[in-house]
């Protein structure tokens, strides 16, 4: 038997996002409601705090904010490498869970693999069933190897099924299928895919596809793009496609948009709550963050939740309202001088307004804790918001819309940052290995109207 990882030292452990009891995560999977709980899956190695064989870690929570982990929902069996990722839906009075089986033909090559879709099911959310009839979809023909991440979801009496794929053209995609019952599938269109290998990626990683306020999104993560411009894009990037769905079930789109500028975000996955809402999370990491707390026998954590809306032809995210039930004291309600300092604790949040900042350049505040910084600033002349953390490469920039008041929504949870833009035109999501005690202090500028709550650990159940 081998033994799950232990964390080691608590220094980076987060306060109030869903990370494992030790081990490795990456993707979020199966983000799905089913008998009166949020289900939360995610891409687990229970073994080390490094990718392995993957798992799918399994969490719920009732309110989106305490979750309680429940036993691993799947393991790779003998005729798998590893159950990568996927989504949930209900059917039938079950949770059905539809993950891609990774399958490694060289064992002294792990890049020579192939990949199937495969489902198992639930009748009490808890104990997992694979499907006897496994693998219910295959690669098609013109298909290479890449073919994963199905994220299924319920028309009428329909599921539909966009999956990650590349092309044998060598460009990424993303194909559509359908289904009266999971089991059998049958192929739709190419729903979308890259333009250009430049542009768009060789493979489509983690694909979503929605109706949001009239118009038709895909999310997806392309491999293979290149940082860009001044507004240096990730190497990982996550972002969307925004247009419609046409009579052939081809998306008819504007180009892609990076959904969130830091560094830490990477494969998104979507839920439609039961009121209505949809709601969003992603891994707060990427594939070539340093992950100092691996030291710590742990690596990776899920983004907070975060509501979605279409806004002047943009996505917008807020984090998801109940997280204002974490608030437990206020620290500050008022407004905050140019120049002063107040100490912050580790897990907290920050509501700061600066008033008429349209034309203000320079810095506006830091977050600082020991050898480590995060710093805000606004560039004028470019129209653009800079957030810098103390790491090599460590600046994210993106041009703002025009705005006369600037206002800033920042959560700090011990190792991380999620920051909200104008009420989510833009975010930003950062690692950031503070040492305590945390301070916040002004720079140039004024923060008129400022509060401060402390969000208190006793919150999440870790
Ligand atoms: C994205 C990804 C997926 C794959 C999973 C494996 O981060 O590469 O495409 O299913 O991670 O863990």
Not at 279 to 290: E, F, K, R, V, Y
């Amino acid at each position: 038997m081998q033994e799950a990882m232990k964390v080691t030292n608590q220094r980076y452990r987060l306060g109030y996002h869903l990370m494992t009891k030790g081990g490795w995560m990456n993707d979020p999977n199966g983000f799905s409601w089913f008998k009166g709980y949020y289900h939360m899956f995610y891409q687990y190695y229970p073994y080390a705090a490094e990718w392995g064989p993957m798992h799918w870690g399994h969490a719920r929570s009732k309110d989106l904010v305490h979750w309680e982990t429940l036993p691993v929902a799947l393991c790779p069996d003998e005729n798998e490498d590893g159950c990568f990722s996927g989504s949930a839906v209900v059917y039938d009075d079950k949770l059905w869970l539809i993950y891609t089986g990774h399958h490694v033909t060289n064992p002294k090559d792990s890049e020579e693999f192939y990949q199937d879709q495969n489902i198992a099911w639930s009748e009490d959310g808890i104990t997992f069933h694979k499907y006897e009839g496994n693998p219910v979809l295959r690669a098609p023909e013109g298909n290479t190897k890449h073919f994963r991440d199905p994220k299924v979801w319920q028309e009428g009496d329909t599921f539909y099924m966009v999956l990650g794929s590349q092309g044998s053209d060598e460009l990424g995609r993303a194909l559509l299928y359908e289904s009266k019952d999971l089991k059998q599938w049958q192929p739709v269109s190419v729903l979308d895919k890259a333009a250009t290998l430049e542009d768009e990626g060789y493979m489509w990683e983690c694909p979503d596809f929605f109706r949001l306020d009239g118009r038709d999104i895909l999310l997806m993560s392309p491999q293979g793009l290149e940082p860009q411009g001044d507004c240096f894009r990730n190497l990982n990037q996550t972002g969307y496609l925004l247009g419609s769905r046409d009579e052939h079930e081809h998306l008819v789109r504007k180009n892609f948009t990076e959904i969130d500028r830091g560094h830490d975000f990477y494969a998104t996955q979507t839920m439609l709550a039961p009121d209505g809402r949809r709601l969003m999370t992603a891994w707060m990491n990427a594939w070539d963050s340093p992950m100092q707390e691996k030291e710590d026998g742990w690596a990776g954590a899920l983004t907070l939740p975060r509501e979605l809306r279409v806004e002047k032809g943009r996505l917008y995210q807020q984090p998801a309202r109940e997280m204002a039930s974490m608030r437990t004291r206020t620290l500050l309600a008022g407004s905050l001088a140019a120049g002063s300092r107040l100490p912050i604790p580790a897990t907290s949040e920050l509501e700061l307004e600066f008033r008429e900042a349209g034309d203000f350049n320079g810095s506006l505040l830091k977050i600082t804790g020991g050898t480590q910084q995060l710093e805000i600033s606004l560039d004028a002349k470019g129209g653009r918001i800079i957030v810098q953390r103390t790491t090599k490469d460590g600046s994210r920039a993106a041009r703002l819309l025009p705005f006369e008041d600037l206002k800033l929504h920042i959560f700090v949870d011990k190792s991380s940052a999620e920051i909200f833009v104008n009420e989510g035109e833009l975010t930003f999501t950062e690692r950031i290995y503070w040492q305590e005690p945390l301070e916040l202090s002004l720079s140039g500028k004024a923060a008129e109207a400022a509060r401060v709550y402390a969000l208190e650990k006793e919150t999440n159940q870790y």
